[in-house]
């Protein structure tokens, strides 16, 4: 540092003295011409007069990072006007002045205050003037100058980055570029040798090398493995002053990784694996994993499997684990434990990808052998057949085998088989098996018409293990036997029209007839169609086989009419084509009709043709409006015997002073002279049902019990009164005693009072009541209560 210090001191002195010296030079080399002027003519024979310059210099240099004790002397300003006597003030105005430079007002010496650094300003810009101390007049005018600062080697070199990270491929060749790492140096890189740096490296060796000027990194040893080493630390140093000693230095440190290539191939750690299946497993379940290892990564270190050999191929496949890198064995088709127990498969294992320039390190795949044992396991039965199909006849006796199911254990132990039927397959049961030996039974007959087929499910089941079972679909064919006659195919009635003997037949048929048979076809078609034997000759109609399962009905004669006859059975005879043939006999209806001499139908009514062989229109007319008159006489007669009614009773006494109607309830007063009507005395305010108690005040609505209406007009007295206490009885609202029904209600616009014999009873009437006891027993009441009034008073 003391040297460094002296260094410094001798530097400054050195530039002071040099510039000091070129000032002075300057300054007198100019001195004198900036004292003396000449005097120039102007346009108007005016003498104009130029001052020359008193002082002039070019420019000051100051060492940056002077620490002495003294300000540095930067320069001395002075002026050929100065004679010394202190009348002359130097003034310093511009960068810095007063601050870091300051002049002595009367020598002209400036001195630098502070430490410059070169590198946060490299030079000043100032102005000088001299002026008059006592009046500052100028005395020169200003002039410029530069101060600037000298660089020295007190910054080292810097790098971009701390640190660095770079990739290059494995097995690289020597030579080949990582990265360049570039640092600065923020001295003045045009004076000496501050800021020329040069790289070199401290760590890293033998594996990299850096290039001294450039500072590019590149490999220097061959055949780097990343499986071997991945990631080297490098540190390069950069050193200004060209390398030399007492540069300054910087240094940064380089994370180099070595990227994958595929260099290795697979390789599996054992070469045989053990592996076992159970019988019972079902084809795509994991057998067994095998795994090759390779060291590279990511795409360079995929593996593929495959099955190359073995005596498993069939039934084996394996396929690959791409998350775990692993061959995955898994049963393509089931396995028997008593055909085979063992298997031998060869899988290879090869990379998916594979690089040109390294196919010399190859082969890139491996193989290893793979044993599969296959375990016993208790299996269910086995059906000899993946489905059955029997056949059996309809109308089969109960009992009538339909065949046979067989299912063994393919176990070694060959455990006995129990047989049973689904009957959700066979509601109707129409089956039943042997559980022993298999065999199926019909339980009764069966009819193909009704179902042709039947599927049933029959269960195989181990004995000692029911939960052991398989299961085998059957179906039955129902065959045919002729059971069913044929018939006709629709309800065929036939048309014939009436005409005389003399005109020639038709040869058309009457009608066209087919016939439809439940059977199969086998025991259906073809259909023959006759006649009985016994109407073999049949002199009216004749039937004729087409062959094609229809036959047509044809008239033998003519001259059919329909007052002789309007309507002929003929009986037809349908066989078919079965073993034993069936046949039946059916009826054909033909009508005698009116045609025109077209042979246009129109009519088939032999009543109408009656009616108009013997009576007009004229006269039919007629006939029909006497019955109309005569049903509307009948409905008049009726209509005035409803409304005038004839008395109920009719007295043979001539002092009867007027039509007395008795009864057991309240008429419907004087005005009721004619047989007795209900109507009356039904209150028209409770003609839907309710009439409320007088007696007493119901708590609640009552409502009327379902089927208790008004009785109509045709109702017998006795049953309306045995209605209404009925209803009085069944009231929720009455009290729990006996009270009075009164019939207060005698009608509308009636005058009379009542006819209650309630209020009859307390009234002084002078009528005789006896004759009541010759009106019968239904009076015999009303003559107890009237016609003993003397009884009563004697016995009081």
């Given at each position: 540092?003391?040297?460094?210090y ?6 400054v002195c ?10 002075t ?14 005097h120039?003519?102007g346009?108007e024979?005016?003498v104009?007069?130029r ?5 002039v210099w ?5 060492i940056e990072e002077y ?7 930067v320069?001395?300003?002075?002026s ?9 003030k130097y ?8 601050t870091?430079f ?5 020598s002209?010496?400036?001195h630098?205050?502070?430490t410059?650094?070169?590198e946060e ?12 101390r ?8 200003p ?17 971009l ?7 290059v491929?494995e097995?690289?060749n020597?030579g080949?570029?990582?990265i ?10 045009t004076?000496?040798?501050s ?16 290039e001294?000027q450039?500072?590019i990194?590149r490999?220097?040893l ?10 080297y630390?490098?540190v ?8 030399h000693m ?10 180099i990784t070595?990227?994958?290539?595929n ?5 599996f750690p ?7 299946v159970?019988?019972?497993a079902?084809?795509?379940e ?7 290892k ?14 190359v ?14 998350e ?6 898994k049963?393509?088709k089931?396995?028997d434990?008593?055909?085979?127990r ?10 998916v990808?594979?690089d040109p320039?390294?196919?010399s ?6 193989t290893v052998t793979v ?10 039965p086995?059906?000899?057949?993946p489905?059955?199909?029997h056949e ?6 109960a009992?009538?085998v339909?065949?046979?199911?067989h ?5 070694a ?7 049973s ?7 109707d ?6 559980p ?5 039974k019909?339980t009764?007959?069966?009819d193909r018409?009704e179902?042709?087929?039947?599927n049933i499910?029959v269960?195989a089941a181990?004995?000692h ?6 299961k085998?679909p059957?179906a039955?064919?129902?065959l045919?036997?002729n059971?069913?006659?044929p018939?006709f195919a629709?309800p ?18 009457i ?17 023959i169609?006759s006649?009985?034997?016994?109407i073999i ?17 044809y008239a033998?004669r003519?001259g ?5 006859q309007d309507?002929y059975?003929?009986?037809?005879v349908i ?7 069936m046949?039946?006999?059916n ?9 025109d ?6 009519s088939c009514?032999?009543e109408?043709?009656i009616?108009?062989?013997?009576l ?6 007629a ?7 005569l ?10 015997r409803r409304?005038?009614?004839e008395p109920?009773?009719?007295?043979e006494e001539?002092d009867v ?7 057991d ?6 005005e009721d ?8 005395l ?6 839907n049902?309710?009439?409320?108690r007088?007696?007493i005040?119901p708590?609640y ?12 007009n045709?109702?017998d007295v006795d ?18 005693y006996?009270?009075i ?5 005698e009608?509308r616009?009636?005058?009379?009072g ?13 009528l005789?009541?006896?004759y009541?006891?010759?009106?019968g027993?239904r ?6 209560l009237?016609g ?6 004697d016995?009081?």
């Open positions: 540092m003391k040297e460094h002296c260094l410094q001191a001798a530097l050195l530039g002071v003295l040099c510039h000091s010296q070129a000032f030079t300057e300054r007198r080399s100019h001195l004198r011409p900036s004292f003396h002027g000449h120039e003519k346009k024979g005016q104009l007069q001052s020359k310059r008193g002082w070019n420019q000051f240099f100051v620490t002495g004790p003294d300000p540095v002397l320069g001395r300003l002075h050929d006007i100065d004679s010394g006597d202190g009348n002359i003034i310093l105005s511009g960068e810095g002045a007063g870091i300051v002049i002595d007002d009367k002209g010496n400036i630098a205050t502070k410059l650094d070169r300003r490299a030079q000043y810009t100032l102005m000088a003037q001299a002026v008059d006592d009046t500052n007049r100028p005395l020169e005018p002039s410029e100058f530069i101060v600037k600062v000298q660089d020295i080697n007190d910054n080292p070199p810097e790098f980055h701390e640190t660095y990270h770079a990739n491929p097995r690289s020597v080949t570029s990582v360049q790492v570039t640092a600065s140096d923020a001295d003045d890189p004076y000496g040798n800021a020329k740096l040069v790289y070199s490296i401290l760590e890293g060796q033998p594996y990299f090398s850096v001294a450039t500072g990194i490999t220097a061959p055949n780097m493995d990343r499986e071997a080493k991945e990631e630390h490098v390069i140093q950069a050193k200004d002053m060209g390398g007492g540069g300054l230095s910087g240094t940064t440190k380089v994370t070595l990227t994958d290539v260099d290795n191939p697979p390789k054992q070469s045989v694996y053990q592996m076992s159970s019988e019972a079902v084809p795509g994991e057998v067994g994993r095998v795994k090759a390779d060291p590279d990564i990511g795409e360079n270190g995929l593996v593929t499997y495959n099955i050999d073995g005596d498993g191929m069939e039934l084996f496949e394996i396929t690959t684990d791409y775990t890198q692993e061959g995955v064995v049963l393509k089931p396995v434990f008593e055909t085979k063992a298997y031998s498969l060869k899988v290879e294992a090869a990379n990808h594979i320039k390294f196919i390190n190859g082969p890139f795949k491996d044993k599969i044992a296959v375990e016993d396991a208790d299996e269910p086995m059906f000899l057949a489905s059955y199909i059996v006849q309809e109308n089969a006796a009992g009538t339909v065949g046979r199911v299912a063994k254990d393919p176990d132990a060959n455990s006995p088989i129990r047989y039927i689904d009957r959700h397959t066979d509601l049961r129409f089956f039943t098996i042997n022993e030996d298999g065999f199926i019909t009764k007959p069966l018409e179902t042709a087929w039947l499910s269960f181990e004995i293990n029911r939960h052991q079972e398989a085998v059957v039955i064919r129902v045919d036997v059971d069913n006659a018939k629709a065929y009635e036939g048309f014939i029209c009436e005409s005389d003997q003399t005109k020639p037949l038709s040869n058309q048929p009608v066209t007839i087919s016939a439809d048979d439940k059977d199969d076809t086998a025991n259906g078609p073809r259909f169609f006649l009985p034997p016994e000759h049949n002199p009216n109609f004749t039937v004729r086989d087409n062959r094609d399962n229809t036959a047509g009905v033998r003519g059919f009419s329909r007052q002789k309507l059975l003929l009986p037809i066989s078919d084509g079965g073993v034993p043939p046949s039946s006999t009826t054909l209806t033909i009508k005698v009709c009116g045609c001499v077209h042979g246009v139908l129109l009514n032999a109408a043709y009616l108009n062989a013997g007009s229109t004229g006269a039919l007319i006939i029909l409006a006497c019955i109309v008159i049903l509307v006489i009948v409905v008049l007669f009726v209509t005035l409304q005038k009614k109920l009773i009719v007295f001539e002073r007027e039509n007395i109607i008795t009864y309830d309240e008429g419907g007063g004087e002279t004619e047989a007795f009507d209900i109507a009356t039904q209150n028209p305010d409770g003609i049902g309710f009439i409320p007088k007696d005040k708590e609505q009552y409502m009327p019990r379902p089927g208790l209406r008004p009785a109509p045709s109702v049953d309306f009164i045995n209605t209404r206490i009925q209803e009085a009885d069944n009231d929720p609202t009455a009290p729990p006996d009270s029904q009164i019939y207060g209600y009608g616009g009636s005058v009379a009542s006819l209650s014999s309630l209020e009859s009873a307390t009234t002084d009437s002078d005789d009541y006896d009541l006891q010759n009106w027993p009076f015999k009441k009303l003559a107890d009237y003993s009034k003397d009884t009563f008073d016995d009081s």
